[in-house]
């Protein structure tokens, strides 16, 4: 089982829908839960961070974390065609700073105008 | 600010040769910086960490001959692809972490796409 799990989609919605992406983990260990995104043929940019369990929001973005599943959730709300992206969560026991970073997959989100 | 970036975007070369890709933290130090590798379709696997003026350390199952990586300063790391195979061919990314930065601060390059013929 891979430490952690990701459903590539890839995942398509009308502008203006609620998206919700989702991933799970198998390290109890991990503390820190993050969300990036990635444009076709760039590097991932970081949107939402959590550390251990709760609730994150920023604009129209949520960040979920609950631990005692072991589930990681993003919330879009009324998404746009510029949210079109790969969206990648990530894991850590120590933080992004040391690099020690478990990626998903990624699931490939497409808002349609 | 927070920019890092990666030369080239894309590089082709012949099965043998050997390619760097340049990683540079443009606004910002980096005490740390990481190298990592993306295959189609799959996640970021991280390959190495290197920390500015000692060796990297290596993700097992990476050879440490094959990818090396130099961090000669805190706004430049190098990573070496040595005597190229097809199966090297993937995206590489780098991202670095600033020092004094937040704990999960890390900023990530735009990738270097490697195509090995």
């Known amino acids: 089982q891979k430490e952690v799990e990701q459903d590539p989609g890839p995942l398509s919605v009308p502008e203006g829908a609620i998206v919700s992406l989702n991933c799970t983990y198998s390290n109890s260990a991990f503390q820190y839960f993050m969300w990036y995104r990635q444009y076709s043929r760039k590097g991932p940019e970081l949107l939402m961070y959590t550390y251990s369990s709760g609730n994150k929001e920023d604009g129209r973005f949520t960040a979920q974390v609950d631990k005692s599943s072991k589930y990681i959730s993003l919330f879009i709300r009324d998404s746009q065609p510029s949210d079109s992206a790969t969206y990648l969560c990530?894991?850590?026991?120590?933080?992004?700073?040391?690099?020690?970073?478990?990626f998903g997959k990624g699931t490939k989100l497409s808002v349609k105008p | 600010g927070a920019v890092v970036s990666q030369h080239p975007s894309r590089v082709i070369c012949k099965s043998g040769t050997s390619v760097k890709i340049e990683c540079r933290s443009l606004?910002?130090?980096?005490?740390?910086m990481f190298w990592y590798r993306q295959f189609p379709k799959q996640s970021l696997m991280l390959m190495a960490t290197s920390n500015e003026g000692s060796k990297a350390t290596y993700e097992q199952g990476v050879e440490k001959d094959k990818f090396l990586i130099n961090h000669a300063s805190l706004t430049l790391s190098t990573l070496t692809v040595t005597s190229a195979h097809p199966e090297d061919s993937s995206f590489y990314i780098c991202?670095?972490?600033?020092?004094?930065?937040?704990?999960?601060?890390?900023?990530f390059g735009p990738g270097t796409r490697l195509l090995v013929l």
């Open positions: 606004d910002f130090q980096a005490t740390t």
């Open positions: 991202s670095a972490s600033p020092w004094g930065g937040r704990q999960e601060t890390q900023y």
């Open positions: 990530a894991s850590s026991n120590y933080g992004g700073s040391q690099g020690n970073l478990i």
